[in-house]
């Protein structure tokens, strides 16, 4: 297996009411990834583009295809990846497979979704489409109903009283708010208190709308290359030490494991055993926060922290910078908003550049990180993590 | 291969407060809602079982918000109940004050009976989901 390199990126600012099409904001941000790597349109030999919902939200299927041609990249293969909000971390794990196998040398990823021109009650129905179907969404599903029924069960399995739970809770959002005014691309930048999230609107119970990222429009690209040909393209090359990857059932069908995501586990598994390291190891995260008690099952399930104690954690403040693991230095996708299949390309475009050293003008920059992990849960069924490294 | 028990099967069957399982005849474990295999051990030599559709609360959420075309059953207490038979299904708190819930339902034995989601443009069809009430 060759090794795989992460060159230049472009991130749209993630925003309520984009004005641009899926094709407008992810041709631009790839137009800037592959002008930040040195490349031209034509240096492009496969496409892999996250999305979801284009179907729904522009009457738009097979983007892959029309946004390659609309860059330029004329006949290149294009294909879509589909996982939910792990889309595009799916798409960047197919094109780590593809370069390390060598059968191509330079890839582009891409994901896009444009999830507030639906309108919240048609988002929240697709969102749904994430669950099962058949079993579980006649009663309701929804995914705050989801993570609803964690934090009740992860609050009476630790033996966590609810009230101090939500303030743990409320902790994750103050954080992902003081990092995200920080961040240009972030959506909602603006610093919330521990009382502005607890007087906040009851949306499914002990859930409010403060424990919850926004629904979101926005775009974001990196460009993959083998080790050889990112020689000539970059002085400062960010490799991809592990990945990995696994897929559960129906929430219900979890019930050994849960609040546990036992498929998160198995995927942190296969990325630290391929990259031959341990959680310890870790220099920086973007983890899965679409909600703010998944900030807990996540940073356990990765190995941080005990189970039952993220929460403890975070108020301690060991997850910001300077501490023991910081955590969503970007906002995470509470403060800098969560369009679906951008999700996990925006991930790995703030990893590389931590890795990079490139945050330090933005007030955010891990002094001296070497390893960081980007971890990415897609409805309830597909988890991702990757490892990156400057060396 | 064909399935030991299809939705269809298992929702006709559900509409009449009867909820089906399988158990593995190698294992023992009980697998609903139906899959292909035993969700235990990955066999398929399973056979359907009426389950005695009770259990206790596992979890719980009352949900203000819903999906597009379903405004009108909120609030909604939304229950994972752990069946005794072992596993954990989906579904509804009924004939409760959803305003009035807290963290001391959990636990509670309730039984099981149904009511009908009648389905929109994306379902391909209606769906009974379980509700349960205190038993």
């Given at each position: 297996m060759r090794k795989v390199v992460v060159l230049g990126g472009g991130h749209s600012k993630f925003c309520f009411n984009s004005p641009k099409t899926e094709i407008e904001m992810l041709s631009e941000v790839a137009m800037d990834a592959i002008i930040e790597s040195n490349?031209?349109?034509?240096?492009?030999?496969?496409?892999?583009?996250?999305?979801?919902?284009?179907?729904f939200s522009e009457g738009q299927g097979m983007v892959q295809s029309f946004f390659a041609n609309d860059i330029g990249c004329f006949g290149v293969p294009a294909n879509r990846f589909e996982a939910a909000c792990?889309?595009?971390?799916?798409?960047?794990?197919?094109?780590?497979?593809?370069v390390a196998s060598g059968y191509y040398d330079i890839v582009l990823v891409g994901g896009v979704e444009r999830c507030t021109a639906m309108?919240?009650?048609?988002?929240t129905r697709t969102f749904a489409m994430y669950g099962d179907s058949r079993y579980e969404y006649p009663a309701g599903f929804t995914f705050p109903a989801v993570f609803a029924l964690l934090a009740h069960l992860y609050s009476d399995k630790y033996k966590i009283p609810l009230p101090r739970l939500k303030e743990m809770m409320a902790a994750v959002t103050v954080q992902s708010h003081e990092y995200g005014i920080l961040n240009p691309n972030a959506q909602i930048q603006k610093l919330l208190t521990k009382e502005d999230v607890l007087k906040s609107f009851m949306v499914s119970t002990p859930l409010q709308l403060q424990d919850a990222c926004p629904f979101s429009d926005g775009a974001a690209a990196i460009i993959l290359a083998s080790e050889e040909a990112a020689k000539k393209l970059t002085n400062k090359p960010v490799y991809i030490k592990g990945v990995g990857?696994?897929?559960?059932?129906?929430?219900?069908?979890?019930?050994?494991?849960?609040?546990?995501?036992?498929?998160?586990?198995?995927?942190?598994?296969?990325?630290?055993?391929?990259?031959g390291l341990t959680p310890q190891d870790i220099d920086v995260c973007e983890l899965h926060d679409c909600f703010s008690i998944a900030s807990f099952i996540a940073a356990e399930g990765l190995g941080f922290f005990e189970y039952g104690k993220a929460g403890e954690a975070w108020e301690r403040g060991e997850t910001r910078l300077g501490g023991k693991i910081p955590i969503n230095m970007s906002g995470g996708l509470k403060s800098k908003g969560h369009p679906v299949a951008a999700t996990g390309v925006s991930q790995a475009y703030e990893l590389s550049r931590q890795l990079r050293g490139q945050m330090a003008d933005q007030g955010r920059q891990v002094d001296g990180a070497?390893?960081?992990?980007?971890?990415?849960?897609?409805g309830d069924g597909v988890l991702v993590s990757i490892i990156y490294s400057n060396e | 291969m064909?399935?030991?028990?299809?939705?269809?099967?298992?929702?006709?069957?559900?509409?009449?407060?009867?909820?089906?399982g399988l158990k593995c005849n190698d294992c023992g474990t009980v697998t609903c809602p139906p899959m292909m295999v035993c969700h235990n051990c990955t066999s398929t030599n399973l056979e359907i079982v009426e389950m005695a559709g009770t259990g206790k609360i596992a979890t719980f959420t009352t949900s203000y918000i819903g999906s597009e075309g379903r405004e009108g059953e909120l609030p909604i207490t939304i229950v994972?109940?752990?069946?005794?038979?072992?596993?954990?299904?989906?579904?509804?708190?009924?004939?409760?004050?959803?305003?009035?819930?807290?963290?001391?339902?959990?636990?509670?034995?309730?039984?099981?009976?149904?009511?009908?989601?009648?389905?929109?443009?994306?379902?391909?069809?209606?769906?009974?989901?379980?509700?349960?009430?205190?038993?």
């Open positions: 490349l031209t349109p034509k240096d492009i030999q496969a496409i892999n583009v996250g999305n979801v919902l284009g179907d792990a889309s595009g971390s799916i798409a960047i794990r197919d094109a780590f497979m593809w309108g919240t009650p048609l988002a990857q696994a897929s559960s059932g129906k929430l219900s069908s979890q019930y050994r494991f849960l609040p546990r995501i036992r498929a998160r586990e198995l995927a942190a598994e296969q990325a630290y055993k391929m990259a070497k390893y960081a992990l980007q971890d990415t849960l897609g | 064909e399935y030991k028990l299809i939705f269809k099967d298992y929702n006709k069957s559900l509409k009449k407060d009867k909820l089906l994972l109940v752990e069946l005794d038979e072992g596993p954990w299904i989906f579904g509804n708190l009924i004939d409760i004050d959803h305003r009035t819930i807290t963290m001391d339902i959990i636990g509670k034995r309730v039984k099981l009976g149904h009511k009908v989601f009648p389905g929109d443009k994306y379902s391909a069809g209606d769906a009974a989901r379980p509700v349960f009430s205190f038993a």
